[in-house]
């Protein structure tokens, strides 16, 4: 079904007729002789359109696909509960119709001995909820309607209800069962008409909303049924039950309607028959700031059915009153990670949104350009072997390392200790109840992901990260605290993997600056130096430094490590290349997140988790269109996150 008619304001009467002979009406071919009824819609007293006349009629118009609702009584028995048929304009006149049936299984036949009344009505409903009956037929009248455009009454047709009065026909009557309905609507059309005055500050003033409102009668009628069996008297009582009702009426705009000092707009609203007395009727006009324009008419309105009234209003600039001006508020300035700041809001904004004062959700940057640094990561694998040396390893980091390979460069350098950010207390494979020997499928331990963008403070963001391995000098009293076992012998340390990444908080992805290879006897930048120190001796063999190629899912196993019970103390380093930071990337401006987009119901209020601690500079920003332009209501505050 389509609802694209259009109406005519005028007086209707029903009539029999024969069917019209410049137009062919469609015919069901029928068994036993029998004859479908003929329908059709007569032809109004006038054609104005809307805006073109003075008496400013709107006309009927029939649209291909438009079904009216028929029901059919023969000797006051059903002979059909609102059967669907579809209209066909004739070519000659577009405000005539025919109808035919939209399901052959469901159409009217034409009874000559029986006495016989049809009810029609505009647009079809479909009733699933209830017992069609024409004496109580359904329908509604929303107290929100949608105009497109200005000056555009093209929304009627999704609102208005038309009916035929009813055709009764008694028994014995000869005809070729060819019925003309004139549909006429049961609602009133109210226009009201606005410009601006002619001493307003600004060329147009944006209109979102046109409210009629009464204190005595009802405007609409969301929920009621209606007797189509009685024809409709514009100076009596709608033959209408109003199982919901409504004395306000709401008109909004696909497209604000824009009011100038130069021509009349119309809004458009459908409105039910009734009678407001004297000062009970007024209109509400809602620019698009929220300022709101109010006028009670003071005359007695009455609103008949089938009637189209245009009343126009000049409007005063000074008249609109600003209601509703948003306002927010952050009650609780401190709360814990993870646990919810709450901002309450109140009034009315077209868009709110909220900065959390995060990197990437910075109000500061709202405007301008970020340049974001990359945040920086670590993470090795690895594992203990053998003795009861129990941390003979140490990440270090050093910014001012000249890269001389030796022990003594090493030395020469200042390095920092980071082990605490790993966790390398592990158990001892080989001496460990319950960890046999390390051998090729030994699973690692994760030592854990740490964040290492601090260490980046070198030359050129640069910094040079080392394992520092330790072993002590035999001991044989000693014992150790875990097993009991008597002497210190060595421990080896394996690194199975490690890496080193780059990544922007703006990104999802990241870069590998580094990660572990090594082939023996290759040179290559990107493979890690082993240093070994000077009490090293050919007593050790290859435990200083050994590389596993053939273990289970690590193709590159580096050990470190010495002789068994060392008579002397004894150190070496595994320093990996000098890695350096990426630069600084413009990601564009930061973007706040959304607690209202223009077409949201406003919250009233607004709840925000912190993921970590901080100072963060919160700003909720409510944006309102105002007559003079956009306009920004800020609230900044400092909110403490703790642990």
């Known amino acids: ?7 005519t304001i005028i007086a209707a009467s029903l009539f029999l007729t024969a069917c019209s002979q410049d137009d062919i009406m469609p015919r069901e071919a029928l068994p ?13 007293t006038t054609r104005t359109e809307v805006g073109t006349n003075d008496d400013r009629t709107l006309a009927i118009t029939w649209a291909e696909a438009d079904e009216v609702g028929i029901y059919g009584r023969k000797d006051d028995r059903s002979s059909g509960d609102n059967y669907a048929y579809t209209a066909t304009p004739y ?13 052959t299984y469901e159409l009217f036949t034409w009874t000559k001995n029986a006495a016989q009344g049809f009810y029609a009505y505009y647009p079809y409903t479909k009733i699933d909820d209830r017992t069609p009956n024409p004496e109580a037929h359904p329908f509604s009248l929303p107290a929100l309607q949608t105009q497109s455009e200005g000056n555009s009454p093209a929304h009627i047709a999704r609102y208005g209800l038309m009916t035929a009065a009813p055709v009764n026909i008694p028994a014995g009557t000869v005809s070729e069962g060819a019925i003309r309905f004139n ?3 049961i609602f009133s059309i109210v226009e009201l008409r606005f410009k601006m005055t002619a001493d307003c500050a600004i060329a147009s003033v944006p209109v979102k909303q046109v409210r009629l409102l009464s204190d005595a009668a009802a405007l609409a009628i969301p929920a009621g049924t209606i007797d189509l069996t009685r024809t409709i008297d514009p100076a009596a009582t709608l033959p209408v039950v109003g199982e919901e009702e409504s004395q306000s009426l709401t008109l909004t705009f696909d497209t604000n309607l824009a009011v100038t000092k130069t021509d009349y707009v119309s809004a458009y609203l459908v409105a039910a028959p009734g009678t407001h007395p004297a000062g009970t009727l007024r209109f509400e006009v809602t ?3 929220n300022s709101t324009y109010s006028y009670t008419i003071p005359e007695q309105v009455t609103l008949h059915p089938n009637r189209h009234y245009t009343k126009s209003y000049e409007l005063s600039l000074d008249e609109f009153i600003l209601s509703d001006e948003f306002e927010a508020e952050i009650p609780v300035l ?3 990670v993870g646990e919810p700041l709450t901002v309450s809001m109140t009034g009315i904004a077209d868009r709110v949104d909220f900065w959390s004062g995060e990197e990437g959700h910075d109000y500061a940057y709202a405007e301008k350009d970020r340049m974001q640094e990359p945040d920086m990561t670590m993470n090795f694998m690895m594992l203990l072997n053998s003795g009861t040396q129990r941390h003979p390893a140490k990440v270090m980091y050093s910014t001012d390392f000249d890269g001389t390979m ?3 460069g090493i030395l020469a350098a200042t390095w920092t200790d980071v082990s605490d950010r790993f966790d390398m207390t592990k158990p001892i494979h080989g001496v460990d109840s319950g960890y046999p020997a390390a051998t090729a499928s030994t699973k690692p331990y994760d030592a854990g992901t740490a964040d290492c963008t601090d260490w980046f403070s070198g030359e050129g963001n640069s910094c040079w990260i080392a394992f520092f391995y330790h072993v002590d000098k035999f001991d044989a009293d000693y014992t150790d605290p875990e097993t009991g076992t008597a002497g210190n012998g060595r421990t080896y340390f394996y690194s199975y993997d490690m890496w080193v990444r780059a990544q922007y908080k703006s990104e999802s992805s990241y870069t590998e600056i580094y990660r572990q290879k090594y082939a023996d006897g290759v040179s290559n930048p990107d493979y890690p130096t082993f240093v070994q120190g000077s009490t090293f001796d050919s007593g050790d063999g290859t435990n200083p430094f050994r590389l596993f190629t053939n273990y289970t899912g690590y193709s590159c196993v580096l050990r470190l490590g010495a002789a068994f019970r060392p008579t002397v103390d004894k150190d070496s380093y595994l320093v990996m290349p000098k890695l350096t930071r990426p630069e600084a990337k413009n990601v564009g401006k930061d973007s706040p997140f959304v607690i209202k987009a223009s077409d949201d119901e406003q919250p009233a209020s607004y709840q925000y988790t912190f993921t970590a601690p901080g100072i963060y500079q919160v700003a909720v920003v409510g944006t309102v269109m105002t007559l003079a332009g956009e306009k920004q209501i800020l609230l900044r505050k400092s909110v403490s996150v703790t642990e």
């Open 1 to 7: 079904m389509t609802n694209r008619i259009t109406f």
């Open 32 to 44: 036993d002789g029998e004859q479908a009824v003929c329908f059709s819609a007569g032809e109004p």
């Open 91 to 103: 070519k000659s006149d577009a405000t005539r119709c025919s109808f035919s049936a939209s399901d």
């Open 183 to 185: 549909f006429a609507n």
């Open 287 to 289: 620019a698009i700031d």
């Open 334 to 336: 401190s709360c814990k």
């Open 406 to 408: 030796t022990q003594t």
